[in-house]
């Protein structure tokens, strides 16, 4: 009986060692990004930090994943920017509407995905992690927005903007 019972658990332990190392390979593969200047790096630690997507077990479910923190990432920086301009303006207007672009880039990516429309679903991700993006970015430029939650709402929405379509792409390819 003892011997069954450490089968059991020798059982269960790899079971759990193969399912814990499978999310940092798909996420390894979300961020070999080739389309954008992103450190990959700082792409793995984003990703990984995110419970729900490191614990994908496919591409599919991956990218569903990324998508919807982009989602929410994205909203709440908006929220934010929302709440900032009220005190100061200059250059947030831009900003809130590059991310009023960027949320629903998200959504319909998402629907794309999901209706394995990927040519589109990389085209709606390259437009939110590119052009409109740069418009917030720029902003930032411009009018020296210095403030440590847009630009790190910046530099994840080009994470999960581009983790995403690296993503979508493999699927296009499978």
Known sequence: MCISNFQLLLLACLIF??????????????????????????CITTLQSQPRIASATGMTSLAFRILQAGYRNS?????????????????????????????????SARDEIRDKDYETATYDLLLAGTDYLSQCENATAVYGITDGVILRGNTAVEIFTFAAYTVADSLDES
């Open 17 to 42: 060692a193969q399912s814990s190392t499978a999310a940092p390979s798909l996420i390894q593969k979300a961020c070999n990004i080739t389309r954008a200047n992103v450190d990959r790096q700082q």
């Open 75 to 107: 909203t709440k920086t908006r929220n934010y920017i929302k709440k900032l301009e009220t005190r100061s303006p200059r250059g947030l207007k831009e900003c809130e509407g590059a991310y009023d672009l960027i949320i629903p880039s998200f959504r």
